[in-house]
């Protein structure tokens, strides 16, 4: 799977998507400009000690990514989608798109893209969710529809951790 931050502007989220991501094996993709530098101390500490674990794959423009992977699906969360996510089917190493957490993605994109925008559910008089959060929530349905191929699914028994 791939998550795509599209303008990003705060480092906390970016950090902990790239936990996210490193936990479940999925690439990431910033699309510039960053509302950050890679440097930032918030940056590395959201992500805490797991950045060696995250495949972070650099992109000058949106137009560039979808360029550079012609044949993968792309779905675009927003809170202007007219289906939820759940409706969705994601095929292996389909692209979840993020927009940037002031704005989200911009309106031209997701018209063209309008029957695979997606949106998460929740009370109207909610805005959105943290970003950190709809990518986990959407990632994780997405990785729940391949089985979670390549992952853990079972902990650590009780009488392992005594």
Not at 36 to 63: C, E, M, N, P
Not at 67 to 72: A, C, K, M, T
Not at 95 to 102: A, C, M, N, P
Request: charged share 20%.
């Amino acid at each position: 799977m791939h998550i795509v931050l599209v303008e990003p502007e705060i480092p906390y989220n970016t950090g902990n998507i790239a936990r996210t991501c490193a936990a479940t094996g999925t690439i990431l993709h910033l699309v510039r400009p960053l509302g950050f530098s890679t440097d930032d101390r918030y940056l590395k500490r959201a992500g805490l000690d797991y950045w060696h674990l995250v495949d972070i794959r650099y992109h000058d423009s949106f137009q560039e990514l979808l360029d550079s992977y012609p044949r993968n699906n792309f779905f675009f969360a927003t809170t202007k989608g007219g289906k939820p996510y759940t409706s969705f089917c994601f095929p292996p190493d389909s692209f979840l798109v993020f927009g940037k957490e002031t704005k989200g993605l911009p309106l031209a994109l997701l018209k063209d893209n309008a029957e695979r925008c997606m949106r998460i559910p929740m009370r109207k008089e909610a805005r959105s969710l943290n970003l950190a959060n709809a990518v986990a929530v959407i990632l994780y349905e997405a990785l729940r529809q391949q089985g979670f191929t390549g992952l853990e699914t079972i902990g650590h028994s009780i009488e392992k951790i005594t």
